[in-house]
Protein backbone atom coordinates (compact mmCIF):
# COMPACT_ATOMS: atom_id res chain seq x y z
CA UNK A 1 0.00 0.00 0.00
CA UNK A 2 2.64 2.43 0.66
CA UNK A 3 4.71 1.66 -2.29
CA UNK A 4 1.43 2.41 -4.33
CA UNK A 5 1.16 5.52 -2.17
CA UNK A 6 4.09 6.52 -3.38
CA UNK A 7 4.06 5.76 -7.18
CA UNK A 8 0.92 7.96 -7.21
CA UNK A 9 2.18 10.86 -5.12
CA UNK A 10 5.70 10.76 -7.39
CA UNK A 11 3.43 11.04 -10.73
CA UNK A 12 1.54 14.00 -9.27
CA UNK A 13 4.26 15.82 -8.15
CA UNK A 14 6.96 15.57 -10.82
CA UNK A 15 3.75 16.50 -13.45
CA UNK A 16 3.36 19.29 -11.76
CA UNK A 17 6.77 20.35 -11.40
CA UNK A 18 8.78 23.35 -13.41
CA UNK A 19 9.96 23.39 -16.73
CA UNK A 20 12.25 26.27 -15.81
CA UNK A 21 13.06 28.80 -13.03
CA UNK A 22 14.75 31.88 -14.07
CA UNK A 23 15.17 35.24 -11.84
CA UNK A 24 16.09 37.57 -15.33
CA UNK A 25 13.46 39.34 -16.88
CA UNK A 26 13.11 37.92 -19.90
CA UNK A 27 9.10 38.37 -20.52
CA UNK A 28 8.34 41.40 -19.17
CA UNK A 29 9.72 44.09 -21.81
CA UNK A 30 10.18 43.82 -25.18
CA UNK A 31 13.66 42.50 -26.26
CA UNK A 32 13.90 45.86 -28.29
CA UNK A 33 14.50 47.73 -25.33
CA UNK A 34 17.83 48.14 -24.40
CA UNK A 35 18.36 52.21 -23.23
CA UNK A 36 15.84 54.61 -21.59
CA UNK A 37 16.82 58.53 -21.53
CA UNK A 38 14.96 60.74 -18.59
CA UNK A 39 15.09 64.35 -18.71
CA UNK A 40 15.32 66.12 -15.30
CA UNK A 41 11.53 66.56 -14.08
CA UNK A 42 10.39 70.13 -14.30
CA UNK A 43 9.31 71.66 -11.40
CA UNK A 44 6.17 73.39 -11.76
CA UNK A 45 5.03 73.36 -7.53
CA UNK A 46 5.45 76.54 -6.31
CA UNK A 47 6.08 75.42 -2.57
CA UNK A 48 8.52 72.31 -3.72
CA UNK A 49 12.28 72.55 -2.93
CA UNK A 50 14.19 73.72 -5.15
CA UNK A 51 16.14 70.48 -5.34
CA UNK A 52 13.49 68.24 -5.38
CA UNK A 53 13.40 67.66 -8.95
CA UNK A 54 16.71 66.57 -9.17
CA UNK A 55 15.81 64.20 -6.37
CA UNK A 56 12.88 62.44 -7.99
CA UNK A 57 14.92 62.45 -11.32
CA UNK A 58 17.51 60.53 -9.98
CA UNK A 59 15.55 58.26 -7.52
CA UNK A 60 13.25 56.94 -11.29
CA UNK A 61 16.49 56.24 -13.19
CA UNK A 62 18.07 54.20 -10.30
CA UNK A 63 14.76 52.71 -9.73
CA UNK A 64 14.16 51.91 -13.78
CA UNK A 65 17.69 50.82 -13.69
CA UNK A 66 17.42 48.22 -10.61
CA UNK A 67 14.53 46.71 -11.23
CA UNK A 68 14.67 46.34 -15.18
CA UNK A 69 17.24 45.22 -17.57
CA UNK A 70 16.77 49.11 -19.14
CA UNK A 71 20.26 50.24 -19.47
CA UNK A 72 20.29 54.65 -18.92
CA UNK A 73 21.67 56.53 -22.61
CA UNK A 74 23.93 59.32 -21.74
CA UNK A 75 22.50 60.63 -25.15
CA UNK A 76 19.31 62.38 -24.61
CA UNK A 77 18.06 61.26 -28.52
CA UNK A 78 18.80 57.65 -27.79
CA UNK A 79 17.08 54.62 -26.08
CA UNK A 80 13.89 53.05 -27.24
CA UNK A 81 12.26 54.43 -24.08
CA UNK A 82 12.32 58.54 -23.37
CA UNK A 83 10.76 60.14 -20.55
CA UNK A 84 10.01 63.51 -19.73
CA UNK A 85 7.63 65.29 -17.18
CA UNK A 86 6.72 67.98 -14.32
CA UNK A 87 5.98 68.05 -10.64
CA UNK A 88 2.65 69.47 -10.22
CA UNK A 89 1.71 69.86 -6.97
CA UNK A 90 3.42 69.73 -3.61
CA UNK A 91 1.29 70.62 -1.01
CA UNK A 92 0.69 70.51 2.76
CA UNK A 93 -2.67 70.07 4.21
CA UNK A 94 -4.00 69.31 7.79
CA UNK A 95 -5.99 65.94 7.46
CA UNK A 96 -7.16 65.10 11.45
CA UNK A 97 -8.91 68.18 13.07
CA UNK A 98 -9.31 67.24 16.77
CA UNK A 99 -11.41 69.16 19.18
CA UNK A 100 -11.21 72.84 19.64
CA UNK A 101 -9.67 73.37 15.73
CA UNK A 102 -6.46 71.14 16.95
CA UNK A 103 -4.55 69.87 14.11
CA UNK A 104 -3.40 66.09 15.05
CA UNK A 105 -2.11 65.24 11.48
CA UNK A 106 -0.81 66.96 8.23
CA UNK A 107 -0.37 65.26 4.88
CA UNK A 108 2.30 66.40 2.35
CA UNK A 109 0.79 65.20 -1.21
CA UNK A 110 3.16 65.48 -4.46
CA UNK A 111 1.61 65.13 -7.96
CA UNK A 112 3.64 63.89 -10.84
CA UNK A 113 2.58 63.35 -14.79
CA UNK A 114 5.52 61.80 -16.94
CA UNK A 115 4.99 61.41 -20.41
CA UNK A 116 6.78 57.70 -21.73
CA UNK A 117 7.43 57.80 -25.59
CA UNK A 118 7.81 54.38 -26.40
CA UNK A 119 10.26 54.47 -29.92
CA UNK A 120 10.09 50.77 -30.76
CA UNK A 121 9.14 48.57 -31.32
CA UNK A 122 5.90 50.23 -32.68
CA UNK A 123 6.13 54.39 -31.83
CA UNK A 124 3.83 55.03 -28.95
CA UNK A 125 3.06 57.56 -25.99
CA UNK A 126 2.36 56.79 -22.55
CA UNK A 127 1.65 59.08 -19.66
CA UNK A 128 1.80 58.30 -15.38
CA UNK A 129 0.02 60.60 -13.60
CA UNK A 130 0.76 60.19 -9.92
CA UNK A 131 -0.43 61.55 -6.63
CA UNK A 132 1.33 59.71 -3.78
CA UNK A 133 1.33 61.59 -0.19
CA UNK A 134 2.89 60.48 3.25
CA UNK A 135 0.90 61.48 6.75
CA UNK A 136 2.84 62.88 9.48
CA UNK A 137 2.14 63.91 13.44
CA UNK A 138 2.05 68.05 13.65
CA UNK A 139 4.45 67.73 16.49
CA UNK A 140 7.06 66.44 14.42
CA UNK A 141 9.10 69.94 12.64
CA UNK A 142 8.25 69.17 8.75
CA UNK A 143 12.11 70.84 7.87
CA UNK A 144 13.53 67.89 10.02
CA UNK A 145 11.32 65.07 8.52
CA UNK A 146 11.02 66.75 4.86
CA UNK A 147 13.89 64.52 3.53
CA UNK A 148 12.27 61.06 4.75
CA UNK A 149 8.67 62.41 4.05
CA UNK A 150 10.52 62.62 0.34
CA UNK A 151 12.28 59.66 -0.01
CA UNK A 152 9.05 57.86 0.86
CA UNK A 153 7.15 59.68 -2.13
CA UNK A 154 9.18 59.19 -4.53
CA UNK A 155 9.59 55.26 -3.77
CA UNK A 156 5.92 55.28 -4.81
CA UNK A 157 6.36 57.65 -7.45
CA UNK A 158 9.37 55.36 -8.87
CA UNK A 159 7.28 52.37 -8.82
CA UNK A 160 4.16 53.86 -10.52
CA UNK A 161 6.19 54.96 -13.65
CA UNK A 162 7.90 51.07 -13.57
CA UNK A 163 4.71 49.57 -13.10
CA UNK A 164 3.42 51.44 -16.19
CA UNK A 165 6.56 50.68 -18.62
CA UNK A 166 5.93 46.69 -17.23
CA UNK A 167 2.40 46.76 -18.16
CA UNK A 168 1.26 49.09 -20.84
CA UNK A 169 3.16 48.01 -23.96
Known amino acids: ?11 LLTSCWPSSVSFNDTGSIPPEWQYFTLSNLEN ?8 FSGF ?14 LKLS ?3 NDGEIRLEGAITNYNITPVAIQIGD ?8 VNCN ?18 RFV ?9 EIESDLNEQISQQIVQDVINKILSNW
Open 114 to 131: IKINVIKPKEMEMTVTSS
Open 74 to 76: NNK
Open 44 to 51: NAPNSPIN
Open 135 to 143: DYPTEKNFS
Open 1 to 11: MKFVTFIILSI
Open 56 to 69: LSDKIRDGIQNNTR
Open 102 to 109: NVAKNRLT
